[in-house]
């Protein structure tokens, strides 16, 4: 073979996982700008350089999100959508609260349970979607009243206690350990990935029909799907639950938009069938460090949500421009 054919065979898969991965690529860009503007805004506000503080503060307070916005990714690669993240988030932070008390090993225990209670608000939601055949934004819509009215059944107003082995465990104030759990999380996306599962849920969302004719059990790979969601979310409400010390039945409220912003700015497509949820982490990432560049800004907290839904709304179309410009190139 010429050496020119190998030359243009090897150019040819490198623009081609160029074009597939384009969304996390993107997502990575955006998250070193976002460090790199975080960096220089609080070196001018406080005249030094984060240090081990900064980015301990920053890791625990993203990674609740980070977990939602992983959850949130397996439902949108499947074409569907979850409004019932923070009702979960809710729910799982105020069951925390409440039963956890002082000893570390019974705040174990409840976790297990507390996840599975998340994985049961998936099942009903997947079950609605995938057997019922009902709109998930309809259903999770639904869902999310539901369990945020349970939340404050559970605890109707903040209180409770968190074990403080727990929240140095989960997210621990003098080190970034948190990092530790994102890691394994994206671990184990990138085993899911490989799996026949993983396969199925891509082909779901790129086209149902087609999946169906290659023999996916769609209405299997949908429950999962949203199992997983809500398992995820429910570990988002630990982690809050964790770094507040004590719970509130309010405070998920903001994980549901939040989480599909988070996934959209890491690449994952809206329609389905495209994307990482590492590219979701790397959106969790940057959607904090916007909320911190605002308040080292100085910008008044009145303004601080306009100023973040326009930079937002100029990464994602920014994003969508360059992204699909690159893929019909290809």
């Given at each position: 073979?010429?050496?020119?054919?190998?030359?243009?065979?090897?150019?040819?898969?490198?623009?081609?996982?160029?074009?597939?991965?384009?969304?996390?690529?993107?997502?990575?860009?955006?998250?070193?700008?976002?460090?790199?503007?975080?960096?220089?805004?609080?070196?001018?506000?406080?005249?030094?350089?984060?240090?081990?503080?900064?980015?301990?503060?920053?890791?625990?307070?993203?990674?609740?999100?980070?977990?939602?916005?992983?959850?949130?990714?397996?439902?949108?690669?499947?074409?569907?959508?979850?409004?019932?993240?923070?009702?979960?988030?809710?729910?799982?932070?105020?069951?925390?609260?409440?039963?956890?008390?002082?000893?570390?090993?019974?705040?174990?225990?409840?976790?297990?349970?507390?996840?599975?209670?998340?994985?049961?608000?998936?099942?009903?939601?997947?079950?609605?979607?995938?057997?019922?055949?009902?709109?998930?934004?309809?259903?999770?819509?639904?869902?999310?009243?539901?369990?945020?009215?349970?939340?404050?059944?559970?605890?109707?107003?903040?209180?409770?206690?968190?074990?403080?082995?727990?929240?140095?465990?989960?997210?621990?104030?003098?080190?970034?350990?948190?990092?530790?759990?994102?890691?394994?999380?994206?671990?184990?996306?990138?085993?899911?990935?490989?799996?026949?599962?993983?396969?199925?849920?891509?082909?779901?969302?790129?086209?149902?029909?087609?999946?169906?004719?290659?023999?996916?059990?769609?209405?299997?790979?949908?429950?999962?799907?949203?199992?997983?969601?809500?398992?995820?979310?429910?570990?988002?409400?630990?982690?809050?639950?964790?770094?507040?010390?004590?719970?509130?039945?309010?405070?998920?409220?903001?994980?549901?938009?939040?989480?599909?912003?988070?996934?959209?700015?890491?690449?994952?497509?809206?329609?389905?069938?495209?994307?990482?949820?590492?590219?979701?982490?790397?959106?969790?990432?940057?959607?904090?460090?916007?909320?911190?560049i605002l308040f080292f800004s100085h910008v008044?907290?009145?303004?601080?949500?306009?100023?973040?839904?326009?930079?937002?709304?100029?990464?994602?179309?920014?994003?969508?421009?360059?992204?699909?410009?690159?893929?019909?190139?290809?």
């Open positions: 073979m010429p050496p020119e054919s190998i030359t243009l065979q090897r150019g040819s898969r490198l623009g081609h996982t160029i074009a597939q991965n384009i969304g996390l690529i993107l997502a990575n860009a955006i998250l070193l700008l976002a460090i790199l503007g975080f960096i220089l805004i609080y070196s001018a506000a406080q005249d030094r350089l984060p240090g081990n503080f900064e980015l301990t503060s920053t890791v625990n307070s993203a990674t609740p999100l980070v977990f939602a916005a992983v959850g949130q990714s397996f439902v949108i690669l499947t074409k569907g959508i979850d409004l019932s993240v923070g009702g979960v988030v809710d729910l799982a932070n105020a069951i925390a609260a409440v039963t956890m008390g002082k000893s570390l090993y019974g705040a174990l225990a409840w976790s297990v349970i507390i996840l599975l209670v998340g994985a049961a608000c998936g099942l009903v939601n997947g079950l609605l979607v995938a057997l019922g055949r009902l709109q998930p934004i309809v259903v999770t819509l639904a869902t999310l009243s539901i369990f945020q009215g349970l939340a404050i059944r559970v605890l109707p107003q903040p209180g409770g206690v968190i074990p403080a082995g727990y929240t140095n465990l989960l997210v621990n104030p003098n080190e970034p350990f948190a990092l530790i759990f994102i890691a394994l999380l994206g671990l184990g996306w990138s085993a899911f990935r490989r799996s026949r599962t993983g396969v199925d849920l891509y082909a779901i969302g790129n086209d149902e029909v087609a999946a169906r004719a290659l023999a996916v059990n769609v209405i299997r790979t949908k429950i999962i799907a949203y199992m997983i969601d809500g398992t995820l979310a429910a570990a988002a409400g630990l982690f809050l639950a964790a770094g507040a010390t004590a719970g509130d039945a309010t405070t998920g409220n903001s994980y549901t938009l939040s989480s599909i912003v988070a996934v959209v700015l890491g690449g994952v497509s809206l329609f389905g069938g495209r994307g990482s949820a590492i590219g979701a982490i790397a959106g969790a990432f940057i959607t904090t460090l916007i909320v911190n008044n907290p009145l303004y601080q949500s306009f100023y973040e839904g326009v930079f937002l709304l100029i990464a994602v179309v920014v994003g969508g421009v360059i992204g699909g410009a690159i893929r019909r190139r290809r």
